[in-house]
């Protein structure tokens, strides 16, 4: 049946100790930054599977076996590619062949608004090619699009902070109508913990 708002797609790897957040293991120890990583994609799924109208599915790395994934009530795909990129795009496209609109985002960031997603969805509905929401670091946590093109995720400095801008600046040189949505934090240095641990206390 098809939702009627799109899909969400969930990015993320197999809580693994010493292959998941590796910035944070000097301050974590490897186990403790793959709970981490666990306790925040746990926190994501709550959140987008309580969305009504809204299906979920789970993209997995390095594939879907991990036993947290196979536990889970969500469709699981396996990641495709070599790069971030190019995982990123095999996903949405595959996921356009079963909607209209998908929005991709991964689990680094637990501020991120479930109204966030649910306006990113419907503004695609309404027209938008793509939206967009970009992380406080430069980055982005989320990005949706009604099309894929390739162009969007090749020649990007992944990790770095220009990756909003740069992908912005592909939509621009692609003609697309797109929306940028409520900047959000994301856990990717040790300073950040402080954050995450006050926003848990809220």
């Not at 993209?59 to 190019?86: I, M, R, V």
């Not at 995720?153 to 600046?169: C, H, K, L, N, P």
Request: with cysteine; hydrophobic share 40%; net charge negative.
């Amino acid at each position: 049946m098809e939702n009627e708002l799109g899909r969400l797609l969930v990015f993320s790897k197999a809580p693994v100790a010493g292959a998941v957040k590796t910035r944070l293991i000097p301050a974590l120890g490897a186990e403790g930054a793959a709970h981490l990583h666990e306790e925040l994609l746990t926190i994501c799924l709550k959140k987008v599977i309580a969305i009504n109208d809204v299906a979920v599915e789970l993209w997995c790395a390095p594939d879907t076996n991990h036993p947290y994934f196979k536990a889970q009530n969500s469709s699981l795909y396996k990641q495709e590619g070599e790069t971030l990129g190019e995982r990123m795009a095999y996903a949405l496209e595959e996921a356009l062949t079963r909607c209209k609109q998908v929005l991709l985002l991964g689990t680094d960031s637990p501020a991120l608004a479930t109204e966030t997603l649910i306006f990113g969805l419907q503004s695609l509905k309404s027209g938008y090619d793509a939206v967009i929401v970009p992380a406080e670091d430069g980055g982005y946590v989320a990005i949706g699009m009604r099309r894929v093109d390739r162009k969007l995720f090749e020649g990007i400095e992944w990790g770095s902070d220009r990756v909003y801008a740069q992908t912005v600046e592909r939509f621009k040189q692609l003609g697309w109508r797109w929306r940028a949505l409520e900047m959000c934090w994301d856990i990717d240095r040790p300073e950040e913990l402080v954050r995450y641990e006050g926003w848990k206390r809220t």
